[in-house]
C-alpha cells in the first residue's frame, strides 16, 4: 500500500506540474498551433493523471549504488570467569515500522473514502440529470429540423444517428449519452442558419467520441481529488474542447460566417446554464471561457499541426514516469539500508559496557561502532564514554532497537524509536524491561549510510512505577556488611591470577539502587530471594594478563545473596 501512494502522490505532483506549464504555455500556443493539437495534448495529460503506473525506464542520473554495511559479529568476553550473565550476540528481532505502516494505511483510507465520495457525487448528480431530461424532453418531430440534421450527417460522413430532443429545462445545447448519445436544444427557437451551426457543432462532439474523453478527464479528478489542479486541468479541458469543436465548425468559413456562428453562441448561453452533468458537452464555458471561445471563433490566422506539442507534452509525462518509477525504487533501497544499519547497531549496543575503564570503553567503542556510525562522531564517544549508547548493568541490558518512524529530508534520514533493554526474564517471556526514547539522524558519507547524530530521551521502565518505595526501609547491621565484605575478599583471592583488588566498601544510596534493579530485572526476579538478603557491595579492581580487558574497574558492583539472616552471603552477580 505504501509503494501505490507513493507512486499515486509522485504521479499527481508531476502531473501537476505539467499541467501548470502546459497551461501557462496554452494561449501563446494557440496563436500558432491548431486547437484540435492543442486539445489531444490536454487529453494526454489527462490520461497521464491516470495511469501513474507506467513503463519502467532506466535513467543514468537515477541509479544508487548499493551499500553494504558490515554486520561481523563480535563475541564478548566478561572481565573474569563466568558470574556475569552472557551477552546474547545472535540478531534481534526483524525492525519494524508499525506507526509508519499505520500512516500510510490511514493515508489510503482517506484515499479511497475520498474517490467513494467523488464517484458516490457524481453519480447521484448525473442520474437527477437524465433523470430531469427524461421527464422534460421530448423528440424533435420538425422535419425541417431533422432534415438539417441528416444532411449535416452526409456532410460530416457519420453513419450512426444520434437522438434530437428539446428539452425545457435546460438553457444551451448539449450532448447526452455513452449507448444512446442523443443531441438536446433548448426549447427556444433557433432559425434555420443558427440550428445548422449548433446541430453541426454537437455532431463534431458526436464524431470525435468526445463524451468518452470527458469520462476520462472526469476519472483524472476522482482519483486525484485531493489535488486543486487537477479541477483546473479538467476546466482547461472542457474549455478546449469547445474551442477546437468551434475551429472544425468554422473550417473554411469567411469572417462574416465566423460573426454570425460567434453571435449564435452569444445568443444561445446568454442565460447560462442552470443543469449540467460532467458527461456532457457543455456549449456554455462560463464568462472568462465565452471570451477565450469568441476570440477563438474570430481569428482568421492559418495555424500549424501540433504534432510537435503532442510530442513534448508525451515526452514529459514519459520523462516523469521514469523518474517516478526509479526514484521509488532509489528511495526504498535507501531505506532499507538505513534499517538494516539501525537494525545492526542496534545489536552491537549489548557489547559496549560504558562504565569500565576509559581505555578500555574507547577501544571497545571502535571495534563495535566504527562500522555504524560517522568517524566524528566515533571520535566524541571515544573522548566521553558515557555520552554513548552502550551497556550501564549487567542486567538488564540493551537488547536492539524499535523503529517507530523513519523521515528523510535534506538528504537525511531521521529514525526514531526506543532502546530496548531485557533481562533473562524478558528473554524468556518477551517484552522489555525499561525503554529509552532514541532518535538517530543518519546521513550519507563515502556512498555509505552512517549514523551521525544519537539523542538518548529519559528511560521508561516497564517494571512497578514505585517499585523503589519498600525498599527504602531496608538496613543491615554492621556485622551482616562486614561478612558480606568477607565474602568479596575470599571472591578476590580465588581468582588473584586476574584481578587485583584495591578497596571494597558499602555505600547505602549504591546498594539501594542497583538492589532494586537486581530484584526486578536481574536474577533476583527468578531466584525467589528476598530483598531484604540481597545485599550490594562497591569495590575498585585491577585486571592485568587478559589482553582485551585490562585496566582499572572503579565502583564495580558485588552482589550477594543469602537464604536467611542466619546463612552465609554467596556473590551471584556482577557488574555495572
Not at 41 to 48: Q, R, T
Not at 141 to 148: A, N, P, Q, R
Not at 426 to 435: I, S, V
Request: contains cysteine.
Amino acid at each position: 500500500m505504501e509503494a501505490f501512494i507513493r507512486t499515486l502522490l509522485e504521479c499527481s505532483v508531476a502531473m501537476a506540474v505539467i499541467s501548470l506549464i502546459y497551461m501557462y504555455a496554452a494561449p501563446r500556443l494557440s496563436k500558432r498551433y491548431s486547437a484540435k493539437w492543442l486539445y489531444y495534448a490536454w487529453l494526454m495529460i489527462g490520461a497521464g493523471w491516470i495511469f501513474p503506473f507506467r513503463f519502467r525506464i532506466e535513467l543514468p542520473f537515477f541509479q544508487v549504488q548499493d551499500v553494504n554495511i558490515p554486520a561481523t559479529p563480535v563475541q564478548f568476553l566478561p572481565p573474569a570467569g563466568d558470574t556475569l550473565p552472557s551477552p546474547i550476540t545472535t540478531a534481534g528481532d526483524v525492525v519494524n515500522a508499525p506507526a509508519a505502516m499505520t500512516l500510510w494505511w490511514l493515508l489510503a483510507a482517506i484515499w479511497i473514502l475520498g474517490v467513494i465520495s467523488v464517484v458516490v457525487y457524481h453519480i447521484l448528480r448525473h442520474r437527477r440529470f437524465i433523470k430531469m431530461v427524461n421527464r422534460w424532453s421530448e423528440p424533435v418531430t420538425d422535419l425541417k429540423s431533422l432534415g438539417i440534421l441528416n444532411a449535416l450527417k452526409s456532410q460530416l460522413g457519420i453513419k450512426k444517428q444520434p437522438g434530437l430532443s428539446v428539452c425545457q429545462s435546460i438553457t444551451s445545447p448539449m450532448l447526452v449519452g455513452f449507448f444512446r448519445p442523443t443531441i438536446l436544444l433548448p426549447l427556444h427557437k433557433n432559425e434555420g442558419n443558427e440550428l445548422s451551426l449548433i446541430l453541426k457543432h454537437e455532431l463534431i462532439h458526436f464524431q470525435r467520441h468526445d463524451l468518452w474523453h470527458k469520462a476520462l478527464i472526469l476519472a483524472a479528478t476522482v482519483l486525484h481529488w485531493f489535488n486543486p489542479v487537477v479541477y483546473i486541468m479538467a476546466k482547461a479541458t472542457a474549455l478546449q474542447c469547445e474551442i477546437s469543436c468551434d475551429a472544425l465548425v468554422l473550417q473554411g468559413a469567411d469572417f462574416q460566417k465566423r460573426k454570425q456562428y460567434g453571435e449564435t453562441i452569444i445568443g444561445v448561453v446568454r442565460n447560462g446554464a442552470k443543469f449540467r452533468t460532467a458527461l456532457s458537452t457543455n456549449f456554455y464555458g462560463g464568462k472568462k471561457g465565452m471570451e477565450n471561445r469568441i476570440s477563438s471563433i474570430m481569428d482568421t490566422k492559418r495555424k500549424k499541426t501540433g504534432v510537435i506539442i503532442l510530442c513534448a507534452v508525451l515526452a514529459s509525462i514519459i520523462i516523469t514516469g521514469g523518474v517516478a518509477l526509479s526514484a521509488p525504487t532509489s528511495d526504498k533501497q535507501d531505506k532499507q539500508d538505513v534499517l538494516s544499519l539501525v537494525e545492526n547497531f542496534g545489536d552491537m549496543l549489548k557489547m559496549v559496557t560504558l562504565t569500565a575503564p576509559q581505555d578500555i570503553v574507547a577501544k571497545s567503542i571502535e571495534e563495535h561502532y566504527s562500522g555504524y556510525v560517522t568517524p566524528e562522531l566515533l571520535a566524541m564517544w571515544q573522548s566521553d564514554p558515557l555520552s554513548a549508547p552502550g551497556r550501564t548493568l549487567s542486567s538488564p541490558w540493551p537488547d536492539r532497537i524499535e523503529i517507530t518512524d523513519i523521515t528523510f529530508g535534506d538528504g537525511e534520514y531521521t529514525v526514531s524509536g526506543a532502546i530496548i533493554e531485557v533481562t533473562s526474564t524478558e528473554l524468556q517471556n518477551g517484552g522489555a524491561a525499561a525503554k529509552y526514547p532514541v532518535t538517530l539522524l543518519i546521513i550519507k558519507q563515502d556512498d555509505r549510510w552512517l549514523i551521525s547524530n544519537v539523542t538518548l530521551g529519559s528511560p521508561v521502565v516497564a517494571g512497578p512505577p514505585d517499585a523503589d518505595a519498600n525498599t527504602e526501609g531496608i538496613s543491615y547491621t554492621q556485622e551482616e556488611i562486614d561478612a558480606a565484605m568477607k565474602a568479596a575478599e575470599t571472591y578476590f583471592q580465588e581468582i588473584a591470577t586476574s584481578r587485583t583488588m584495591e578497596r571494597i566498601w558499602f555505600d547505602k544510596e549504591a546498594c539501594t539502587k542497583m538492589r532494586s534493579s537486581y530484584m526486578q530485572y536481574g536474577n533476583g526476579s527468578i531466584n525467589g530471594v528476598k530483598e531484604e538478603n540481597v545485599i550490594v557491595l562497591l569495590c575498585d579492581f585491577e585486571i592485568k594478563d587478559y589482553s582485551s580487558f585490562e585496566g582499572k574497574y572503579p565502583s564495580w558492583n558485588l552482589i550477594f545473596i543469602r537464604e536467611n539472616g542466619e546463612s552465609s552471603w554467596v556473590l551471584d552477580d556482577q557488574g555495572y
